[in-house]
């Protein structure tokens, strides 16, 4: 895919990747390519939603984010608006999302621009609501203590008016999750949960997760809930410390929309997509979440290596009753031609020697000679 005008996400914060983003703006001056950084703000500044963020950009048809998974998020979020693809550089400590080491920029630019790229497709999330998301004034501040300002509360589309009974479509796309969280310590929040329209239970706990596949890795997992890989198509709901005896995940289809309603008795509840507070629930009110017609289009340079990648961030180490044995092969295939009978599955490719892995650095430009 030839880049004809990019879009920057810079964690500012990390010198490494302010430095990676001068390699990036050189390549693209380079290569005559517009390039405009992205969600820039400074403190006590509003922020852009993904449409307005997007079209500021010149509508860019890649993003590339430097910094970690937060970083590519917030990548994400305005990428999906119009079918943008997603470079991640990685220079985070998890790294499940990005994609190339920050030493590797410029190869992988040139990767994308002369389609030697793959894209890959994730699912997401989108919402309707009984009404508009808001924040209430003074919780904005209590709740993002020690961050940068927050992200307005999605608009509703335009294209999809209210329908009776069916709430506002929000302007939402959701890689990882959406959630439905307490305000108060010492007050759950009390939810009826509802699968493709049918009670599944009311529930008082801390939050309730409604996850995508690529997101069953993120705040899911560490609430309990299963691992699923990235390539299936599912809707994952989670509760978080549940004060009932049904504390399990359910996995739903794509399409078997999850809807959560704030019970009459229950305290305020926070709605936090990809981790950014967006609105706030009062008793009464509901969201609706269910799989978007927006998928995000991830750059990858080579096959991923999901379950790889699993075993190496989450530091999975074997049963010591198993050391007896040595260390298994990291692979379980034999390098020798695919039989006709197993092409049609997802294999990894022949092991090759290993290699060495050098620190992610970039190379400093070099000044002109005087």
């Known amino acids: 895919m030839p880049v004809s005008r990019l879009g920057l996400v810079v964690h500012q914060a990390r ?26 703000w400074k403190d006590h500044e509003h922020r852009r939603g993904g449409m307005a963020e997007m079209q500021h950009a010149g509508n860019p048809d890649l993003v590339v984010t430097l910094g970690g998974d937060g970083t590519f998020l917030r990548g994400a979020r305005i990428a999906a608006k119009n079918g943008a693809a997603v470079l991640g550089v990685d220079l985070g400590k998890v790294g499940f999302l990005t994609e190339v080491a920050c030493s590797d920029v410029e190869e992988a630019l040139e990767a994308v621009h002369h389609d030697q790229a793959t894209i890959e497709e994730r699912m997401t999330l989108t919402m309707r609501a009984s009404r508009p998301l808001e924040i209430p004034s003074g919780i ?20 999809s008016p209210e329908a009776d009974g069916w709430g506002v479509a929000l302007d939402v796309t959701a890689l990882n999750d959406v959630v439905l969280e307490k305000l108060a310590r010492d007050h759950q929040v009390s939810v009826g949960v509802y699968l493709s329209g049918r009670l599944l239970a009311s529930y008082s706990a801390d939050a309730l997760i409604v996850a995508t596949p690529t997101g069953s890795t993120a705040y899911s997992f560490a609430a309990g809930g299963p691992i699923l890989s990235p390539n299936m198509e599912a809707v994952v709901f989670t509760p978080v410390a549940p004060h009932m005896t049904f504390n399990r995940t359910v996995v739903a289809a794509p399409d078997e929309p999850v809807g959560l309603r704030v019970l009459p008795h229950s305290g305020q509840a926070a709605v936090s997509i990809d981790g950014q507070l ?7 009110d509901w969201i609706g979440v269910y ?10 340079l080579r096959p991923t290596d999901f379950y790889g990648r699993l075993r190496d961030r989450f530091r999975l180490t074997d049963a010591p009753a198993t050391g007896v044995d040595g260390d298994p092969d990291p ?13 049609h599955l997802r294999l990894p490719p022949p092991p090759e020697p290993p290699t060495d892995n050098p620190a ?11």
């Open 15 to 40: 010198p490494l990747a302010v430095q990676a983003a001068g390699v990036v703006r050189e390549w693209c001056k380079k290569n005559d390519i517009g390039c405009t950084d992205i969600d820039v």
């Open 140 to 159: 904005e501040a209590l709740l993002r203590y020690g961050h940068g300002p927050a992200l307005p509360p999605p608009a509703v589309r335009e294209e």
């Open 291 to 300: 799989g978007s017609v927006r998928r995000l289009r991830l750059v990858r």
């Open 360 to 370: 992610c650095e970039v190379e400093p430009a070099t000044e002109p000679a005087e």
């Open 278 to 284: 967006r609105g706030v629930l009062d008793p009464g």
């Open 331 to 343: 692979f379980f295939r034999p390098n020798t031609p695919v039989p006709a009978d197993l092409a």
